[in-house]
């Protein structure tokens, strides 16, 4: 069983790079191969990779996605780590802002205030929980976990700080005072001073200084905020110090926004209202806290207002004012006082201030339950986070080496073995959203979007081959391989046939004249034989050839391509179905607990003559002519749905409880039985019937068709690195079959 296995992702991007896998390619085009090793020499033991594609390793597994909106952010000094906090408390720490590593959990529930460091292999998070308890935290990217410091609760902490590199901790106690803390626990040094009263502090990235807040008053009228900051050096070695820097350096700010402090100490950096003629428009003004006396600077004037604006220096040249509910940004060069665009995290909630961190040239905010990540200097961004994996659509390829998956719009394919798997990721463009997959063959899948669009794709490179149109939702899709004929069930039970040509393009669509209660496709081998079973609204049962249905002239250029006919001594080999139906794919396929397999004989559900125990049904099977064949009792009356297997010899019956059973149609004994605990919405057999391919809520499976042993199971969510925003910005935590 494959479970929460690491894998490399095949992106079928365009323009792909070797440290992600976007989001906003179109499928039609070829991806260039990125550099380093390849996906063979990283993944030893998988089935080599359908096409000469090199990718980085990703990160798939139970996962752990922050269970709310992230409401806060704070970033490591050399920008390279952040720590976070949803709105129910949950703390991760991304020790990768690149996407190579998924989040780790922080045990800091109850945190009030956050701050993080790396110190070589490690990393530090310093937190201040609701009782005024300061903690600090020593965690690896393996999940080793040491508590440093524990301050007790009689020495009641506002804040605390992380030194760069880990080389202590500053904390801010409620009496006012500041204490010096090495990251093991001890405390080296003191200050406090009678008229020294600071509210809060500001620690620059370089760890030498940091600036203390000591007063605060607004002016309602003026709708201006008049703050008091004092400098205070710190001092490590060889004697730890904290000591006063200079005077006292006096701001009138907005009172909405809060002031930001340069990398080194030095400046401030804040955004005022200058012309209350123009209350639409904002002045970014940067002052020297190094000279009290010394005037503000305005280094840009008139950038436009908007609810929730920050500014924040990203570097000491360099500041970003930021808007909470516009994606619009500024970064402005201090020297030149030049202002630049640039994009920001979309909008969500316009009376929310998006979350966000500063430093080393990099900006970090929270997006739902995602990061968006930018290089503040370059303009680049992404988002990192978990998708909620619900795939809606699943198949195996013919040589059992892959699996594809629909969810979310884009196809995914994970290949099957005992080594490491890969996977790839088909992304279609935001206006196609791909509902149901099959396979063409091992290098070709057949897509159906939400609106009836038919798509060959080659998928190791995602080359769309051609299309086709259904003109309306498909309700169910059945595909023969050896016939090569796509049948398309309409909602209103109109049934189009598509053939697939050798080159790959499609034919059709050829339509049946009369309507019809049901149809379905034989599995014939040659031309002359009945491709085709219906039943008509009276229930009459009709087989037609591939050239009744059509014309009455010769077959299209692109007829199906026919194998030949192999045979058995004297006699042909019974035809055996080759690929499942997809008719339990509709989200009430079945009438009356109806069913019908792949030579048009039907499963009824009734309940027995003699009935003794309620719970027990009994499903019948009629062939053509209405006459029962076979039938099998079983034990429960809580029956969904009731889906053949595509040689007729088993049987799978779907509970409303989630619970599925395979009975031996022969011996009308049961084989095994698997409970997902929750309904099942997509359950279906493989081509070759080896397999039963289910895909719920919770994630994807395969079943052993014989044992219904778990071949391979999807552990929760995919965390993923994407330039396009997440489509599930606000999922949150997923429940996944390896729970059960």
Same mark, same amino acid.
């Given at each position: 069983m494959n479970v929460a296995r690491p894998f490399v992702a095949l992106s079928l991007c365009v323009g792909f790079a070797a440290s992600a896998c976007t989001g906003d390619s179109a499928p039609a085009r070829a991806t260039t191969a990125a550099k380093g090793k390849s996906a063979a020499q990283n993944n030893v033991g998988a089935p080599p990779p359908p096409a000469n594609l090199t990718v980085p390793s990703r990160v798939r597994g139970a996962g752990v996605p922050h269970s709310g909106n992230i409401t806060s952010v704070v970033l490591s000094a050399d920008g390279k780590a952040a720590v976070t906090q949803d709105n129910h408390?949950?703390?991760?720490?991304?020790?990768?802002?690149?996407?190579?590593?998924?989040?780790?959990?922080?045990?800091? /529930?109850?945190?009030?205030?956050?701050?993080?460091?790396?110190?070589?292999?490690?990393?530090?998070?310093?937190?201040?929980?609701?009782?005024?308890?300061?903690?600090?935290?020593?965690?690896?990217?393996?999940?080793?976990?040491?508590?440093?410091?524990?301050?007790?609760?009689?020495?009641?902490?506002? /804040?605390?700080?992380?030194?760069?590199?880990?080389?202590?901790?500053?904390?801010?106690? =409620?009496?006012?005072?500041?204490?010096?803390?090495?990251?093991?626990?001890?405390?080296?040094?003191?200050?406090?001073?009678?008229?020294?009263?600071?509210?809060?502090?500001?620690?620059?990235?370089?760890? =030498?200084?940091?600036?203390?807040?000591?007063?605060?008053?607004?002016?309602?009228?003026?709708?201006?905020?008049?703050?008091?900051? /004092?400098?205070?050096?710190?001092?490590?070695?060889?004697?730890?110090?904290?000591?006063?820097?200079?005077?006292?350096?006096?701001?009138?700010?907005?009172? /909405?926004?809060?002031?930001?402090?340069?990398?080194?100490?030095?400046?401030?950096?804040?955004?005022?209202?200058?012309?209350?003629?123009?209350?639409?428009?904002?002045?970014?003004?940067?002052?020297?806290?190094?000279?009290?006396?010394?005037?503000?600077?305005?280094? =840009?004037?008139?950038?436009?207002?908007?609810?929730?604006a920050a500014i924040a220096f990203v570097n000491d040249k360099q500041v970003m004012v930021t808007g909470g509910p516009s994606a619009r940004s500024w970064l402005i060069d201090l020297p030149t006082r030049k202002a630049y665009g640039r994009v920001g995290p979309p909008s969500h909630f316009a009376s929310v201030a998006v979350p966000s961190a500063f430093g080393a040239g990099m900006r970090v905010a929270g997006l739902g339950g995602w990061l968006f990540v930018q290089n503040a200097v370059k303009g680049h961004h992404y988002y990192i986070g978990y998708s909620r994996f619900i795939p809606s659509s699943g198949a195996v390829s013919p040589n059992g080496k892959w699996t594809a998956w629909t969810s979310g719009g884009d196809v995914w394919f994970e290949s099957l073995g005992k080594g490491p798997g890969r996977v790839a990721r088909l992304e279609l463009p935001r206006i196609r959203t791909a509902v149901k997959v099959r396979f063409v063959d091992d290098d070709h899948v057949l897509l159906v979007d939400s609106v009836g669009g038919l798509s060959i794709i080659e998928w190791a490179s995602g080359k769309q081959l051609d299309t086709a149109d259904a003109s309306g939702p498909v309700a169910r899709l059945d595909y023969s391989a050896k016939r090569r004929v796509v049948l398309v069930t309409r909602a209103n039970n109109e049934l189009w046939l598509f053939g697939i040509g050798k080159d790959n393009k499609f034919s059709g669509p050829h339509m049946l004249d009369y309507v019809t209660q049901r149809g379905g496709l034989l599995d014939t081998k040659t031309a002359a034989a009945p491709i085709l079973w219906t039943r008509d609204l009276k229930g009459k049962y009709a087989a037609l050839t591939w050239k009744q249905l059509t014309s009455a002239g010769p077959a299209p250029a692109n007829e199906p391509v026919l194998p030949a006919r192999r045979r058995r001594g004297k006699r042909a080999s019974r035809a055996r179905p080759d690929m499942d139906r997809d008719a339990r794919e509709a989200p009430a396929p079945f009438l009356a607990g109806r069913a019908y397999d792949r030579f048009g004989f039907t499963y009824r559900l009734k309940l027995p003559a003699s009935q003794v125990d309620p719970s027990l049904r009994l499903i019948e099977v009629r062939d053509h002519n209405n006459k029962v064949v076979r039938s099998i009792t079983i034990d429960t009356a809580s029956v969904s749905r009731l889906v053949p297997s595509p040689d007729a010899s088993k049987l799978l019956v779907v509970e409303r409880t989630g619970a599925v059973t395979a009975w031996d149609q022969r011996t009308a004994k049961r084989l095994w039985g698997f409970n997902f605990m929750r309904a099942v919405s997509n359950i279906r057999w493989s081509a070759d019937g080896k397999y039963v391919v289910t895909a719920t809520g919770q994630g994807a499976a395969l079943l052993a068709a014989d044992t219904g042993k778990q071949v391979y199971v999807t552990c929760g969510s995919w965390f993923e690195r994407r330039t396009t925003p997440p489509p599930m910005q606000f999922g949150g935590s997923q429940q996944h079959l390896c729970a059960l």
């Open positions: 408390g949950g703390v991760r720490l991304w020790p990768a802002l690149d996407g190579s590593a998924a989040p780790l959990v922080v045990p800091a /529930q109850g945190a009030i205030q956050l701050a993080v460091a790396r110190r070589g292999r490690e990393y530090l998070i310093a937190y201040v929980d609701s009782a005024d308890a300061a903690h600090i935290l020593s965690m690896t990217t393996g999940g080793k976990l040491k508590e440093l410091l524990n301050t007790p609760p009689h020495q009641p902490v506002s /804040q605390i700080a992380l030194l760069p590199r880990g080389r202590g901790a500053v904390t801010l106690r =409620k009496d006012r005072t500041f204490h010096l803390w090495t990251v093991s626990g001890t405390e080296v040094a003191i200050y406090e001073q009678r008229s020294f009263r600071p509210l809060r502090f500001i620690l620059a990235h370089d760890g =030498k200084s940091l600036v203390a807040v000591i007063h605060e008053s607004d002016d309602a009228k003026a709708l201006t905020r008049t703050v008091l900051l /004092q400098r205070l050096s710190i001092v490590i070695r060889p004697k730890a110090t904290l000591a006063k820097l200079g005077d006292e350096r006096r701001l009138v700010i907005d009172r /909405q926004v809060a002031v930001s402090v340069s990398p080194n100490g030095k400046r401030a950096a804040y955004l005022f209202r200058a012309d209350k003629k123009k209350p639409t428009k904002w002045s970014a003004r940067v002052a020297d806290l190094t000279d009290p006396n010394s005037d503000p600077v305005t280094v =840009k004037d008139e950038l436009q207002r908007v609810a929730h």
